[in-house]
């Protein structure tokens, strides 16, 4: 049989169509992001059940970690505001009010100085010189603790400013009285014009400023950590619903890891609840019969004070300055007020007082501001009569005089506002101390739950080795 064989093309190519270039490997499929990687691989794992279970043990310590976060997140700053309220709010509150009260008192013995003459009593003008150095001394300390602009730092300034303006008219009034000129009432009048008008107003929208503030940490403190709730909630639901799903598999009643891992957050649950609901109870018992008696009761040693700087002035102005009337005298009127405010504060410090160590220096107050009332009375009657003379005793003499009835006044509600400070002072603290340690267990317990779970979904593991 005859072999038929084709001629070779010039250059050794074939006659026939010519070849391509051989096929290479086939490419490989495109690379997807890593976030499409990562759910085929879930999915991928998600179909057998060791792949479930790795699943669900990492949601499920995912979950304890997060109710742990979460708790010490809010707790941290429920006892953040409750160390304010406790050792800076209400203290800045507190001196806020010292300032009122020592401006308010300084105002009163300076007028009480200046009617004894130029032979002023030594403890008369102690008293006015400690109430300016209280004043100073707050004022520093105010402006230390004090955050930077706010309204509270506007006022220390103004108060800082005019105060020696204050206290150069009352040693001007102070030398002219000496020599006896009456050019020293008029400076006198002037430096309670200061006072009336600028340095209590400051004093006052101050203490309103940080009495704000504290309420602001109290809310604050007392919130509900509705986070660490729903994260709580969330975790259990997870664990009771992993350890059901358990028992339909395998019909063991206890996973001892799920088990650990739900004691530990119902554990840091109701540590949480118990811990906020005596924290909540402690703060409001600070606010409710603590700061709130404190506002009355320093109220009403305010308006006592200046009442008693009115009836000194109304003897000063021998009826120069009317009132808006134009026929009263201005602080004979603004006595009065200062009065009724007086009997409304105490009132409702009476109200408020919920022990008898509260309520027996209020019920003095009260009776010594019905003796101080009949006295003022008889020293104005015999001042309208004509008889200045003898009118000067019955308000800054012994005993018997409306100034020792202001006196028992001042010095009862002194020990009342002492007292509110303590019971303040015990409540507040009772409700810090509720938080105690709940920040540091938290973090442990959730880290000690989270562990708990991966090792009972490891146990369940171990079984498909």
Request: no cysteine.
């Amino acid at each position: 049989m005859a072999i038929t064989t084709r001629a070779s093309a010039p250059g050794g190519g074939s006659s026939g169509v010519p070849a391509g270039p051989a096929p290479g490997p086939p490419a490989p499929p495109g690379r997807g992001t890593a976030w499409a990687e990562g759910v085929e691989r879930l999915r991928a794992a998600a179909t057998t059940e060791p792949g479930r279970l790795r699943i669900i043990g990492a949601v499920l310590a995912a979950l304890v970690v997060l109710f742990g976060a979460v708790t010490v997140w809010e707790i941290s700053g429920r006892v953040t505001a409750a160390e304010d309220v406790v050792g800076r709010s209400q203290p800045l509150s507190a001196d806020a009010a010292s300032i009122y009260r020592s401006l308010a008192d300084a105002d009163t013995a300076s007028s009480s100085g200046f009617l004894a003459g130029a032979q002023e009593p030594r403890e008369v003008r102690q008293r006015y010189e400690k109430d300016i150095a209280n004043a100073s001394r707050l004022l520093v300390s105010a402006a230390a603790n004090t955050g930077a602009g706010g309204e509270s730092r506007k006022e220390i300034a103004l108060l800082g400013e005019q105060l020696p303006r204050y206290t150069g008219l009352v040693e001007q009034a102070r030398a002219t009285n000496r020599q006896g000129l009456p050019l020293g009432g008029a400076y006198l009048r002037y430096a309670n014009e200061q006072m009336s008008t600028v340095l209590l107003p400051a004093a006052q929208r101050l203490y309103e400023a940080e009495t704000g503030r504290l309420y602001t940490d109290y809310d604050e403190a007392r919130a509900w950590p509705l986070a660490s709730t729903g994260a709580a909630a969330l975790a259990l639901a997870a664990l009771v619903w992993a350890q059901r799903r358990n028992y339909l598999r395998t019909h063991r009643v206890f996973n001892h890891g799920l088990l650990a891992a739900t004691a530990a957050a119902a554990v840091v649950l109701l540590w949480l609840t118990v811990g906020q609901s005596l924290a909540r109870s402690g703060l409001g018992e600070a606010r409710a019969d603590g700061q709130e008696s404190l506002k009355v009761l320093n109220d009403a040693r305010i308006a006592s004070l200046q009442a008693r700087a009115n009836e000194n002035l109304t003897l000063i102005a021998r009826g120069a300055v009317l009132a808006a009337d134009k026929k009263s005298d201005k602080y004979d009127v603004d006595y009065e007020k200062n009065m009724k405010q007086l009997d409304t504060g105490l009132a409702l410090a009476l109200e408020l007082a919920d022990d008898t160590s509260g309520r027996e220096p209020v019920s003095k107050a009260v009776a010594g501001v019905s003796q101080w009332k009949q006295r003022h009375a008889a020293a104005r009657e015999t001042d309208m009569k004509g008889g200045y003379e003898e009118a000067l005793p019955q308000v800054i003499g012994g005993t018997n005089s409306s100034g020792a009835s202001f006196d028992t006044v001042d010095a009862s509600l002194e020990l009342a506002v002492a007292h509110e400070q303590k019971e303040f002072t015990r409540a507040a603290r009772g409700g810090l101390g509720a938080l105690g340690g709940l920040v540091t267990g938290s973090a442990v317990l959730a880290l000690v739950g989270a562990v708990a779970a991966l090792l009972g979904i490891g146990r369940r593991l171990s079984e498909y080795r």
